[in-house]
């Protein structure tokens, strides 16, 4: 897989994650992990990181 390939799956898929946080702080959709309810606070945390990191990978993209 070439490098430019690679940057842009990766930032889809994290762009993707974000979005999905996002609708879940929008619609207050609960999750949880066993007995564990996570708060919605992670999801505003996890929205941040993952277009963080989405918008990284895509100036990597145009880098290469």
Excluded: E
């Excluded at 949880?32 to 993952?50: D, F, N, R, Y």
């Amino acid at each position: 897989m070439k490098a430019k390939t690679y940057f842009a799956l990766s930032s889809f898929i994290f762009i993707l994650v974000g979005t999905l946080h996002l609708l879940r702080l929008f619609f207050k959709w609960p999750v949880t992990l066993g007995s564990w309810q996570a708060p919605l606070w992670t999801s505003a945390v996890a929205v941040v990181v993952a277009y963080g990191l989405g918008v990284s990978g895509l100036k990597l993209r145009d880098k290469k």
